[in-house]
């Protein structure tokens, strides 16, 4: 087998400026910087304003927990609701009303009317907005480029995210000094048109789509917890992801009460701590394709982990601003280094169909360890001091990297998960309604006896495929009474969901079925149906 470290792929090696030859990529990546800007000139603000209003450290933690809390709570039914709805449509709406609640935070900045309080629940409804919309601005990235620029594209965001990250909180501190308080969060409100704008430009191509009614909500949330559980990339990332966010978030956590308590600066000083990091992240993403391909996926993001624990330990023992400023730099770094990583891993595990679902359990795994490590930050700084709470965070974050090693993630390149549409439709002698249910599937093999152990592997990594696209119950039985007789059964909670299962099938998906027949001693294995059996009403 291949060296799961190493990455041959073109895609992930390509510098990621190569995504900008594709204007609609670069209308949409420009509009998303512009209100980026000003959503993390309204983060610096608010975690500046929360230290005039309250700053016991728990207190300023909390604004951070407040932002990450909703997209743990949200992002999955959002993902749900963008495999199922036009994102398009669905992001304008959702953009139109984050305008509306920005403004009305800024309102009340302006006439000195927040509390602590009313800063969190404005927090709140906004990183509620900001939940609803990401796994729709993730998914709509492989409509943008083509799939050999998808790595690019993937980085290209990144690179976006870290360079608002750079300007908008300095630009903030400097403004809060200039104008006051008030004025990033007008900003905040004022940006978000770009994004509208940028999306009432761009029209999204017709598809020919699958001419089956869109999955129902609750149904398209179970297939998608069953499809993470049974997707083996998709899974080892998430788990990587946890063990990196959760000691990561401290320093996201803390860094207003080390510039303000420790450090002794002002605004100016927290804005320019964000803003190295975003410059960081920026510096390190030009790194990217050249560590990616010495290192592999699985080593860079245990480098980015190392960078990180050792950035806690200079912010823990930070006194002075360079010392500061050093360690943000390299948080910068590590942060891209591990994010775009794990990011092209979640990517590249997921077939379009999921592609929302995939994407909002990342975001949903990515803020509930922010946020719940926000909070374990905050609680240890108040009883054990800012130091010793950064120290226990960068021990842990190298503990978490030797205990998920054997997680791999995936390589930039992946299967080819386009749709094989090999599986022709079932001939059914009755008449079977779309929600009939539950439908039960048997597929036959005569197997040589020589070939039975590889078959038996292989039909269970088949499996794991049939669960993933949706069926439970899988198993497989062999026949007592006749050697070389198998039989494979699985179930599907409705007739339309079958049906479903016909199209998900990926070509990566067909190798292996393929390799499955070239097993038997018969031409074909028989399928046959089964639905639940119901009285005809008279």
Request: charged fraction near 15%; include cysteine.
């Given at each position: ?17 190569i995504a ?12 998303t910087?512009?209100a980026?800007?000003?959503?993390w ?11 005039s ?42 953009e139109?009303?984050?305008?509306v ?24 409804l ?18 943008l480029v ?15 995210v870290?360079?608002?990250r ?23 409100a004022i940006s978000?048109?770009?994004v ?8 999204t ?19 998608g ?11 080892a ?6 063990a990196?966010?959760?000691?990561a ?13 420790q450090?002794?600066g002002?605004?100016t ?6 803003g ?30 190392l960078g ?15 010392l ?11 942060w891209?280094?591990a994010?775009?990583?794990l990011?092209?891993s ?26 719940a ?13 800012l ?26 390149a ?10 022709p ?20 093999y ?10 038996i ?22 026949d ?36 499955i ?11 046959t149906?089964?639905v ?7």
């Amino acid at each position: 087998m291949p060296d799961a470290n190493a990455d041959s792929s073109p895609a992930v090696q390509v510098s990621p400026w190569i995504a900008f030859r594709h204007e609609t990529f670069t209308v949409v990546w420009l509009a998303t910087v512009v209100a980026n800007v000003g959503t993390w000139m309204y983060n610096a603000a608010s975690g500046w304003l929360m230290t005039s209003l309250d700053a016991d450290p728990l207190t300023v933690s909390l604004v951070q927990v407040a932002s990450n809390l909703p997209m743990f709570l949200f992002a999955l039914p959002a993902g749900a609701l963008a495999d199922i709805i036009d994102k398009r449509r669905f992001l304008i709406a959702a953009e139109i009303i984050l305008t509306v609640v920005a403004a009305g935070s800024a309102v009340l900045v302006a006439l000195n009317l927040v509390t602590p309080s009313i800063l969190l629940l404005f927090t709140f409804l906004l990183g509620a907005g900001a939940a609803f919309t990401a796994p729709a601005w993730q998914s709509v990235v492989p409509e943008l480029v083509p799939k050999q620029d998808l790595a690019a594209a993937v980085a290209s965001n990144g690179v976006g995210v870290n360079i608002s990250r750079a300007i908008g909180p300095a630009l903030g501190g400097v403004i809060i000094g200039g104008l006051g308080i008030a004025a990033p969060f007008w900003i905040n409100a004022i940006s978000n048109f770009a994004v509208i704008g940028a999306l009432l430009w761009w029209h999204t191509p017709s598809s020919k789509g699958s001419g089956l009614p869109p999955e129902r909500l609750i149904s398209a949330l179970v297939i998608g917890f069953r499809h993470a559980r049974y997707n083996q990339g998709l899974r080892a990332t998430l788990i990587r992801a946890v063990a990196f966010f959760f000691f990561a978030s401290a320093y996201w956590a803390l860094l207003p009460l080390v510039a303000r308590n420790q450090i002794t600066g002002g605004p100016t000083l927290y804005g320019l701590l964000l803003g190295a990091i975003g410059l960081g992240a920026v510096v390190g993403a030009f790194g990217l394709p050249v560590l990616r391909k010495a290192l592999g996926p699985d080593r860079l993001v245990a480098v980015g982990t190392l960078g990180t624990a050792l950035c806690l330990i200079l912010l823990g023992a930070a006194r002075y601003p360079a010392l500061g400023l050093g360690a943000c730099l390299l948080a910068g770094v590590s942060w891209i280094a591990a994010i775009a990583t794990l990011n092209v891993s979640v990517q590249v595990s997921l077939p379009d169909w999921v592609r929302g679902r995939g994407l909002a359990m990342f975001v949903t795994v990515f803020f509930g360890a922010m946020t719940a490590g926000s909070a374990l930050w905050g609680q240890l700084a108040s009883g054990l001091g800012l130091p010793m709470a950064h120290f226990i965070a960068a021990a842990g974050a190298i503990a978490g990297a030797v205990l998920t090693w054997r997680w791999k993630l995936q390589p930039g390149a992946g299967g080819d998960l386009a749709p094989s549409m090999h599986w022709p439709a079932p001939i059914l002698a009755i008449d079977a309604d779309a929600d009939r249910g539950p439908v039960l599937v048997t597929i036959e093999y005569l197997i040589a006896a020589e070939k039975r152990e590889a078959f038996i592997a292989t039909v269970r990594e088949l499996g794991q495929q049939r669960q993933r696209d949706g069926a439970y119950a899988w198993d497989l039985f062999e026949d007592a009474g006749e050697s070389g007789r198998f039989l494979e059964t699985f179930m599907v909670v409705s007739w339309i969901e079958h049906l479903r299962q016909h199209e998900r099938v990926t070509n990566a998906d067909r190798i292996i079925q393929d390799c499955i027949r070239e097993f038997g001693a018969t031409a074909e294995p028989k399928v046959t149906h089964f639905v639940a059996a119901k009285l005809r009403s008279n």
